[in-house]
């Protein structure tokens, strides 16, 4: 497994490796408690086949000026850089992946009642198709791509074949602007699911964040409210993020290797 841990040391810190120790740490936060939720980015996709935003070289943001391709006064003024966008990398990667172990794992610990929410900043659907059930997406989703004029609403599907013969693609009913329900830069976040996700971080004691940078508010922000609030924070992401510092467990490793592990602990098993 290669990856690095860096346990919080203190009293009474496991025998083994820092990799061991890390681990077991964040298996004894999970087991030790009764409301948690998980926060997730790009990251815990990647496993998936999805690229990240930025955090390699290969990342989208590294290839497309996000100002350009997701920014709402962009998109207004002239759409067609981000329906290229759409067409180059977002339609394949998001139709032709499948959940990880990752997304399972958070899935089956939902499903044995050990995890109450996944907040997520994808649009990628794959908690869903994994299983989970209560998701709250805080940058909307590419299901539903609406029309601004007529308020018509289409398939990711149905806009990708019109996309085939025109781009942008006009809304099939009325002529007008399509625009996925995907919150972009500029735009202000869903407000239910701003209310939901504060409700669970005041309601959690555990909050895993899973994936995520966590450089972009205010969703970036929840790790520290959850902290606030008394919640004990598990950070789980390949790099180093600017919470670490606040984390209670810190596991620099990929999602769908550390995610089966907590879910184990989550539901008492030892493996
Ligand atoms: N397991 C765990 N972490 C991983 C893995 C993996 N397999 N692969 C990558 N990571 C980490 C990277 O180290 C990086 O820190 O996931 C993080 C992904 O960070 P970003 O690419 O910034 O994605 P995210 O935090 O979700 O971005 C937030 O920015 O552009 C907007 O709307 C977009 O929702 C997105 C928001
Ligand atoms: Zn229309």
Known sequence: ?????????????????????????????????????????????????IPTYRDADESLW?????????????????????????LDVRYRAVTDARPNPGHTALAEMEAAGRLKAVITQNIDGLH????????????GNTRVIGCLDCHGAYSM???YLILQKELPPPCPRCGG?????????????????????????IACDLLIAIGSSLR?????????????SGA???????????????????????????????AAAALGRSD
């Open 62 to 86: 590294a290839k497309y000026d996000p100002e350009k391709v997701v920014q709402i006064d962009a998109f207004l003024l002239d759409p067609a850089p981000f329906w290229r966008f759409f």
């Open 128 to 139: 869903q198709a994994a299983g989970s059930r209560r998701v709250i997406e805080l940058h």
């Open 177 to 201: 602007r399509l625009k996925p329900e995907v919150v972009f830069y500029g735009e202000q976040l869903p407000e239910l699911a701003l209310a939901e996700a504060a409700a669970e971080i």
């Open 216 to 228: 972009v508010y205010p969703a970036a922000a929840l790790p520290e409210q959850a902290k606030a």
């Open 1 to 49: 497994m290669d990856w690095t841990a860096r346990p919080k040391e203190g009293p009474g810190s496991p025998p083994g490796s820092p990799e061991d120790r890390a681990l077991a740490q964040a298996r004894g936060l999970v087991r030790d408690s009764a409301h948690i939720i998980a926060f997730t980015g790009a990251g815990i996709s990647a496993e998936s086949g």
């Open 157 to 159: 599907e149905e806009v």
């Open 232 to 262: 004990r924070l598990i950070i789980v992401n390949k790099t180093a993020t600017p919470y670490d510092h606040l984390a209670d467990g810190l596991l620099r490793a990929p999602a769908g290797v550390v995610l089966p592990a907590l």
